[in-house]
């Protein structure tokens, strides 16, 4: 028991790994550091305070019933692989098709984002690691940071035989080798770093945010989001973090974007400039150049204080005062670019 809870926490920071890591222009004084000034209000002083308020009430935050999961319609998926689609899967999960490669995002389809914790923090959808035995084959893996609610151990077993590569963050293939998966099928990204696989330009994008699953790694891997570039394609995902001027460089240096995944949901004014609230989050959709946006980063988990549908509800009224374009399907349905303006509020159809 004591193994599994030790191995939750992924592969060891060592010397040899912070000797690679500080070659990067973004490793300062043994960590990584934002673009931009970046604190939280949280110490040992208000911590007690915020456990508290995290703990009490949770069930008015959360769904009260299971959020259904559209199973995969993998004909439709797979159809006319010129044309991109996407399945958002809850909170930060989705699955992508550009020009006939298919890549997953963030794969945390685990029932719990606080597996070491002493509380759980239970998904808002049921049996969800099922949802990976519907997968087809996927051809790269991409992990925005190693967080819990992003990187899941019990995923990313299940998914070791359908993966043939994987793209992540300086920092975090350190725990994909703990977990098995083989070192010569990983590739880390620095912030502004360029692949090219199969035909799509991936760049690793700066976020606002910070990484660690343990007491003491706390932003030894690096965060950000991704942007995938084709010559008719252009999908922006923007990964966790809060608001700031990476936003207009990222739209300046590769946008206009088809699509963008927006983080939406999580957050505080106590930990606010790590993640956006639902205005900002709008705001940062319009710097990237982004001409339709799907709000990710909620439906999935009680991690901040807020109802479960403030998130979407606030950006909604902000999308459609700043009039841009947005899409919210439901969890699990198959959207393809250009038929955006089927999405429902089907959330307002379950409680």
Request: charged letters at 25%; glycine letters at 8%.
């Amino acid at each position: 028991m004591l193994h599994l809870f030790s191995h939750q926490f992924g592969g060891p920071f060592s010397d040899n790994e912070e000797k690679k890591l500080e070659k990067s222009k973004n490793w300062k004084d043994g960590k990584f550091e934002n673009l931009e000034l970046t604190t939280m209000n949280i110490n040992l002083k208000t911590i007690p305070g915020l456990l508290k308020a995290q703990l009490t009430n949770r069930a008015a935050r959360a769904p009260k019933k299971s959020l259904p999961i559209v199973p995969l319609d993998k004909n439709l998926f797979e159809s006319s692989p010129d044309i991109p689609k996407c399945v958002w899967y809850g909170h930060s999960c989705a699955l992508l098709q550009i020009e006939g490669t298919t890549i997953l995002i963030d794969p945390m389809l685990g029932p719990d984002a606080s597996p070491i914790g002493p509380v759980t923090t239970k998904r808002f959808s049921e049996n969800s690691l099922d949802v990976i035995d519907q997968l087809p084959e996927i051809d790269v893996l991409m992990l925005t940071h190693d967080h819990y609610d992003h990187l899941d151990l019990a995923s990313i077993t299940k998914l070791k035989p359908k993966v043939r590569k994987y793209i992540v963050g300086l920092g975090s293939k350190r725990h994909l080798i703990k977990w098995g998966v083989n070192a010569d099928l990983i590739t880390e990204m620095d912030w502004w770093d360029k692949t090219l696989f199969e035909g799509i330009e991936i760049t690793y994008t700066p976020s606002r945010h910070f990484s660690g699953r343990g007491l003491t790694d706390r932003a030894k891997s690096l965060w950000g989001g991704w942007a995938f570039i084709t010559a008719t394609t252009r999908i922006y995902w923007s990964g966790d973090g809060g608001y700031g001027d990476h936003f207009k460089e990222i739209g300046d240096k590769l946008g206009p974007f088809d699509w963008g995944f927006m983080e939406n949901g999580q957050y505080n004014e106590n930990w606010h400039s790590i993640h956006m609230y639902p205005e900002e989050s709008v705001q940062a959709a319009i710097d990237a150049k982004v001409k339709n946006a799907l709000p990710v980063h909620w439906g999935g988990f009680v991690l901040a204080l807020h109802p479960w549908k403030e998130p979407i509800e606030r950006f909604i009224i902000e999308a459609k005062k700043k009039n841009i374009k947005f899409f919210t399907p439901k969890i699990g349905e198959v959207v393809t670019l250009g038929e955006e303006d089927k999405h429902t509020n089907w959330w307002n159809e379950l409680d």
